[in-house]
């Protein structure tokens, strides 16, 4: 939007009116009476020009599967993200089963003492700029409501980390574990 403000003492030349933000010309007939014709004493003309930049927070990794080594009752992953924002970055980080759960077509598992079909995770989003706060939450918090945090910066095409880690006092079943990690990107302006 643009706002031509026009101050006493200036002599109109050439004058154009956009009606009621139709952007329509205004006809000859209100040119022609608004040209040549002085506004008072003054030689003051301004103009107030506004605009704008859409806001921008994305976060990419690939590939978006990933398989994690879990045969050992403690581990750790990193995995590299890209981070693009302009703006200071909140991050909701989410889980589907608040844990790595076998993949199974049982109802229930056996309960054999000292194993487990779940295995709960921490998980830490962190991004590569000084003065960044990583956001961190556990596995059965992020399934009961999302976790939001913001790491108080505006990372700018750089790149970040997502780290999992897991310390599981019993042994896993054997079989395929799998949870569904949701990180949603949203900017905060200041």
């Known amino acids: 939007m643009y706002n031509l403000v026009v101050k ?13 933000g139709t952007g329509a010309a205004a006809d000859a007939g209100d040119l022609a ?8 004493s003054s030689t003051d003309l301004e103009l107030v020009v506004s605009g ?3 806001p921008k927070c994305e976060i990419e990794w690939d590939p978006a599967t990933v398989d994690l080594e879990l045969s050992t009752p403690r581990g750790l992953k990193d995995y590299p993200v890209q981070v693009d924002c302009n703006q200071i970055l909140d991050v909701e980080l989410s889980s589907l089963h608040g844990g790595f759960r076998l993949q199974t077509n049982r109802a229930s598992l056996p309960d054999v003492p ?24 556990n596995s059965h918090s992020m399934q009961s409501s999302p976790q939001i945090g913001s790491v108080g910066v505006v990372p700018h095409q750089t790149t970040g980390n997502l780290r999992l880690s897991w310390d599981q006092d019993a042994i896993p079943f054997g079989g395929r574990y799998g949870d569904v990690i949701e990180i949603r990107a949203s900017g905060r302006g200041r």
């Not at 009476?33 to 008072?40: E, G, L």
């Open 33 to 40: 009476a608004m040209m040549d014709r002085p506004v008072s």
């Open 8 to 20: 006493a003492g200036t002599r109109l030349s050439l004058y154009t009116c956009l009606l009621a």
């Open 52 to 54: 704008h930049i859409a």
């Open 114 to 137: 000292g194993f487990t079909g779940f295995i709960p995770y921490h998980v830490i989003f962190s991004v590569n700029i000084p003065d960044a706060t990583p956001v961190h939450s």
